[in-house]
């Protein structure tokens, strides 16, 4: 895993040479037996190429230089929609957690509604999303029209304008369920972003948490000069 992550982040360069095999041996203290079977895994899933006498080598394509972030939220949702396939997986009315409920001034008895939807990119999965509407803004959300539309599409064509959106990005274990979604083992960290949604005069429209597997899926951020010194330029917070 280490090793994979090094390579499609551009350690060793679009047809570098990976280090030789009694290098990885002592740098990852396991015998060279486990070396080759990881090299083997890694030629196998196209990330490399054995060359007999000459080494291991980064294949053609691989660890390439990303597209730098847009700037607009809007045009990423559009973007992600754009490039994968959604599985509408639940829609309807539900009782949130505490937090989702006090984010959208719920009581502890209120409902809304809870849409959980996969993403992929052909049969590879990248994405969950686990969304909790308002119910004043929940006309219209359905599981057919999420199968046609993306949900920031729905709310807008309610006459929903977005305004403030406060983001969270942490990591956490994928739990069963959200593994076998994935394509992962249980406990792999998965990236988990949250997404608190306003309206135009400040109050919460969508709570939205999103989860991707690292293998597949990064986060960028484009952050203009003059928010450095705000919160749009994120903030760390430590917990106990």
């Not at 990881?38 to 080494?55: F, K, P």
């Not at 949130?96 to 849409?115: E, Q, W």
């Amino acid at each position: 895993m280490v090793l994979l992550n090094e390579i499609k982040s551009g350690v060793y360069a679009e047809l570098g040479a990976l280090p030789k095999e009694e290098t990885l041996c002592e740098r990852f203290d396991v015998s060279r037996i486990t070396v080759r079977r990881a090299l083997a895994d890694l030629a196998e899933q196209g990330y490399v190429e054995r060359r007999h006498g000459l080494g291991t080598f980064v294949r053609a394509g691989v660890g390439a230089t990303a597209p730098a972030p847009s700037l607009g939220l809007l045009e990423e949702l559009r973007h992600v929609a754009a490039e994968t396939q959604v599985d509408v997986l639940e829609v309807g009315p539900k009782v949130p957690p505490a937090v989702v409920a006090g984010a959208l001034g719920l009581t502890s008895s209120d409902k809304a509604i809870h849409a959980v939807r996969a993403r992929r990119i052909g049969a590879t999965p990248t994405m969950l999303t686990e969304a909790w509407i308002a119910p004043a803004h929940a006309k219209g959300v359905t599981a057919t029209s999420l199968k046609k539309r993306a949900l920031y599409e729905i709310l807008q064509a309610q006459g929903v304008q977005f305004g403030r959106v406060v983001q969270e990005i942490t990591a956490v274990p994928a739990d069963p369920t959200r593994a076998r979604l994935l394509g992962l083992s249980v406990g792999m960290p998965l990236l988990k972003m949250v997404r608190v949604m306003h309206a135009l005069d400040e109050h919460v429209i969508l709570h939205i948490s999103i989860y991707l597997s690292p293998d597949h899926s990064r986060i960028l951020m484009d952050i203009p000069a003059d928010a450095i010194n705000t919160m749009s330029a994120g903030k760390v917070v430590h917990q106990r």
